[in-house]
């Protein structure tokens, strides 16, 4: 099987392009955006971010196929579901026992091969912003990249520089809500390693049940959460 290629510390690296995104902008007060690019003006800046903002908030579900992509170029495919306010989920292909869940609060990485259980606060990270559209999207990043096409949004915690930064990555497209797609998310830690989240084939709207966000507990008689 493919997954068996992978050890543990692989596995954490591969949760770390969603975890390190939790953690990169783990304390609001802490928070600072990455320098601008020159070739982003304030009024542009801010007619994006509207746009970025009317964007989340015109979206109350969203399914995705996603690939991630480790500092080695390998990648694990799956699911990614998300319905506001609150909840998202990452379910990764069939022969790879991990699923990251969001209840709005905590990010619950359940690795079924080792029944464990781990949990990062959601806080006030890029995730948080996904899942509440109420978040102002300025307040946490600056627009570095605006061609016309794709917009990259960029942020970084001073206080953890070994968090790295995070980049945040839409396109423009005329049939998706507000006229943006959220295509990824790319994070790049103290040392130079990226890990990279790549979306396609989303839906937006669609019907998505709250059961899709329950997991089963690994660990000893602890059940369906």
């Known amino acids: 099987m493919i997954y068996s290629v992978f050890s543990n510390p692989k596995r954490a690296f591969f949760a770390a392009s969603l975890i390190l995104a939790t953690?990169?902008?783990?304390?609001?007060?802490?928070?600072?955006a990455a320098p601008p690019?020159?070739?982003?003006?304030?009024?542009?800046?801010?007619?994006t971010f509207s746009q970025i903002q009317a964007h989340l908030r015109d979206v109350t579900t969203m399914t995705a196929q996603f690939v991630?992509?480790?500092?080695?170029?390998?990648?694990?495919?799956?699911?990614?579901?998300l319905k506001r306010p609150?909840?998202?989920?990452?379910?990764?292909?069939?022969?790879?026992?991990?699923?990251?869940?969001?209840?709005?609060?905590?990010?619950?990485?359940i690795d079924y091969s080792v029944r464990q259980?781990?949990?990062?606060p959601i806080g006030d990270s890029p995730l948080s912003i996904l899942i509440d559209?109420?978040?102002?999207?300025?307040?946490?990043?600056?627009?570095?990249?605006?061609?016309?096409?794709?917009?990259?949004?960029?942020?970084?915690?001073?206080?953890?520089?070994d968090f790295?930064?995070?980049?945040?990555?839409?396109?423009?497209?005329?049939?998706?809500?507000?006229?943006?797609?959220?295509?990824g998310w790319t994070v790049i830690d103290a040392q130079n390693n990226r890990s990279q989240i790549v979306l396609s084939d989303q839906k937006f709207n669609q019907p998505v049940s709250n059961n899709m966000f329950r997991w089963n507990d690994p660990r000893s008689n602890a059940g369906p959460r």
């Open 23 to 32: 953690s990169v902008f783990h304390s609001a007060g802490s928070l600072t």
């Open 133 to 161: 559209p109420s978040k102002d999207v300025a307040h946490y990043a600056t627009l570095t990249s605006d061609d016309g096409k794709h917009i990259v949004i960029t942020g970084r915690d001073p206080k953890h520089p």
């Open 37 to 47: 690019s020159a070739n982003v003006s304030n009024t542009s800046s801010s007619t």
């Open 68 to 81: 991630q992509i480790d500092r080695n170029g390998q990648a694990l495919s799956g699911t990614l579901t």
């Open 86 to 109: 609150g909840l998202i989920r990452f379910q990764y292909q069939k022969d790879v026992p991990l699923l990251i869940v969001g209840d709005g609060k905590a990010l619950v990485m």
């Open 117 to 120: 259980v781990s949990r990062w």
């Open 164 to 183: 790295g930064t995070i980049a945040i990555d839409f396109e423009r497209d005329t049939k998706a809500p507000a006229n943006l797609m959220l295509m």
